[in-house]
């Protein structure tokens, strides 16, 4: 029984964008069970959040971007590889700006501050996805492989060959992640001299130097070629005093690039809002390979779910009946679409509604095929999150419960006279302002019908 954690306290970092070259400030703080990796860019108007999720990446040139709703969050990889890597699994991670601060290269100022932060245990038990048959990914143009093959670990061997005299071929590897933080976490990202020119032109790397990424040098190159390198990195002067790195950098690793690389996929795979317990063997890795790589795992982790049934216990006696629900709620029949509450926590809620024959929807939906509504099911899902949101003020009587937008709703089979339907809600981010997002699933024998995010504002009655 593993549970889930949190930092225990709030701490921020401030730095340069790799690519953006702005300061920036990044702040870690806790979260509740089940909340995941949240990013708020606390510099944009309403603080919009961009969830640590694969499916936002929309970049992965040098890095990995996320984009939701236009609003951007970029090189996320290595402080999302500082979390994984301590095993937290619930932050919430402010943003004052689009990119996070690139400090050394690494995930190594990272970990040092989620350590001095705390890490405290939660109540809620970690869900782990175990893979159970081996799992590929191919780009034969840039001549990645990726395998995935059961464990009883989430472990990672990387191979790095860039036809390079001063790399070599490079193998890095963790057997368990408990390694990540005095093995990985300080190897920075890594650069070839002759790329830096290319980077410059399209418009990246405007952060770039000298102490946040290694330069490696594996061709002659002329003083006037350094010249301008110079000029990229804001230094007055750069040589290379022997072959191999510029200004002569000290690696950590012999390996270190190939570390870097592993580094990568750990920070990259956190997208996947899953741990998984699996071996993942990688030559020649980068982000969109990587990205690509945790989609499908994502994938499977949904189809895997699909057959799983949720079994809730119906038959004990449930923490709020119809009576109490109205108290709570201005609705009444015919338009109150819940019968009982069975469970309520600070960030999750548990209702049910019996769909009988007997209802009015189904006198005039689908006459002879009667199906349950759409929107019926949407506004007893939105009366669950209801009682969610009411929950957390003192005197819920004097407060109304506004709905501000449905969205991402997905119906998954028919709702018929005779099922019981099983809301269960859980906030997406902490309620701020009398505002909260939440996620919701309905359920009909343990298997999901519908789901659909939903966002409700709290407003006192006298203020209507």
């Given at each position: 029984m593993i549970k889930q954690t949190t930092i225990r306290e709030t701490v921020a970092i401030e730095g340069i964008g790799l690519h953006t070259g702005k300061q920036t400030k990044i702040t870690f703080k806790p979260a509740p069970p089940n909340f995941g990796y949240k990013f708020i860019r606390t510099d944009l108007e309403g603080h919009p959040v961009v969830e640590a999720d694969v499916d936002l990446v929309v970049d992965t040139a040098r890095g990995t971007t996320l984009e939701k709703n236009?609003?951007?969050?970029?090189?996320?990889?290595?402080?999302?590889?500082?979390?994984?890597?301590?095993?937290?699994?619930?932050?919430?991670?402010?943003?004052?700006?689009?990119?996070?601060?690139?400090?050394?290269?690494?995930?190594?100022?990272?970990?040092?501050?989620?350590?001095?932060?705390?890490?405290?245990?939660?109540?809620v038990e970690r869900e782990y996805f175990e893979l159970k048959e081996n799992l590929t990914f191919e780009d034969p143009d840039r001549k990645v492989e990726m395998l995935a093959v059961p464990s009883e670990d989430f472990r990672v061997t990387v191979m790095v060959d860039y036809n390079s005299e001063v790399l070599g071929t490079q193998h890095a590897q963790i057997h368990k992640i408990e390694e990540f933080s005095g093995d990985i976490a300080k190897c920075r990202t890594f650069v070839f001299l002759h790329e830096l020119e290319s980077l410059a032109k399209h418009d990246l790397i405007k952060g770039g130097d000298l102490d946040n990424a290694i330069v490696v040098v594996d061709k002659p190159v002329?003083?006037?070629?350094?010249?301008?390198?110079?000029?990229?990195?804001?230094?007055?002067k750069v040589e290379i005093v022997e072959k191999g790195?510029?200004?002569?950098?000290?690696?950590?690793?012999?390996?270190?690039?190939?570390?870097?690389?592993?580094?990568?996929?750990?920070?990259?795979?956190?997208?996947?809002?899953?741990?998984?317990?699996?071996?993942?063997l990688a030559a020649r890795p980068g982000h969109k390979a990587n990205i690509e790589f945790a989609k499908k795992i994502k994938e499977l982790i949904k189809r895997e779910k699909k057959k799983v049934v949720r079994n809730f216990d119906l038959t004990k006696p449930p923490l709020m009946d119809v009576s109490q629900i109205m108290e709570k709620l201005p609705h009444r029949p015919p338009f109150?679409?819940?019968?009982?509450?069975?469970e309520l926590e600070s960030e999750r809620v548990i209702g049910v509604k019996n769909m009988s024959m007997n209802e009015w929807f189904f006198t005039g939906h689908f006459p002879g095929n009667p199906v349950t509504p759409g929107v019926i099911l949407v506004e007893a899902m939105a009366q669950t999150g209801g009682i969610l949101v009411l929950s957390t003020i003192p005197d819920p009587e004097n407060y109304w419960t506004y709905f501000m937008k449905i969205q991402e709703v997905r119906f998954k089979q028919k709702v018929l006279p005779g099922d019981t339907v099983v809301f269960e809600l859980k906030l997406a981010s902490p309620i701020r302002r009398g505002i909260c997002h939440m996620k919701g699933e309905a359920l009909v024998n343990g298997k999901i019908v519908m789901e659909a995010e939903m966002m409700a504002q709290i407003a006192r009655k006298d203020n209507k």
């Open positions: 236009n609003v951007k969050v970029s090189t996320t990889e290595h402080a999302l590889a500082a979390l994984a890597g301590l095993e937290i699994d619930n932050v919430i991670i402010e943003l004052e700006g689009q990119e996070i601060p690139i400090l050394d290269g690494s995930s190594g100022q990272f970990i040092e501050a989620l350590q001095k932060a705390g890490i405290e245990e939660q109540h002329e003083k006037t070629k350094l010249d301008e390198i110079a000029t990229i990195l804001n230094k007055p790195f510029l200004n002569n950098v000290k690696l950590h690793f012999q390996n270190e690039p190939a570390r870097h690389k592993l580094l990568d996929i750990i920070g990259d795979f956190a997208l996947i809002g899953t741990p998984i317990k699996a071996h993942i109150l679409f819940i019968d009982k509450i069975l």
